[in-house]
């Protein structure tokens, strides 16, 4: 079982920066651990890191440039690094992690461990 709390969240003006932390916990061999974010329409994938063979980092093509995902194993910590943040990125933000193998499509659907979320919320 898998355990994932986030902070880092709050309010920043466009162009603004702030970076998502998420601290996992729990007996656990995942595939992925990533970051989804939810408006009230959906839940959409923002990046992921997947640990197969190789280590694979993944952003949205609509992010990349502005999102960067990370990770500290020692510390057991995942980031989500954001800049240039925009109102568009307002949402919460959710942490997550998968142990399977299709993780990497950054379909929600495919992620088994959830965190409860932190609000990103960027004014103009």
């Known amino acids: 079982q898998v355990q994932l709390v986030e902070s880092g969240g709050g309010s920043v003006q466009t162009g603004g920066s702030l970076r998502l932390s998420c601290l996992v916990s729990?007996?656990?061999?995942?595939?992925?651990m990533g970051w989804f974010r939810q408006t009230s329409s959906d839940r959409k994938g923002v990046a992921t890191i997947y640990t197969g063979r190789d280590i694979i980092y993944y952003v949205a093509d609509s992010l990349k440039g502005r999102f960067t995902i990370s990770q500290d194993n020692a510390k057991n910590m995942l980031y989500l690094q954001m800049s240039n943040l925009k109102p568009e990125d307002t949402a919460m933000y959710y942490c997550a992690a998968s142990d399977l193998a299709a993780c990497l499509t950054l379909q929600q659907s495919n992620y088994n461990y959830w965190g409860q979320g932190t609000q990103v919320t960027v004014s103009s």
């Open positions: 729990g007996q656990y061999n995942t595939r992925c």
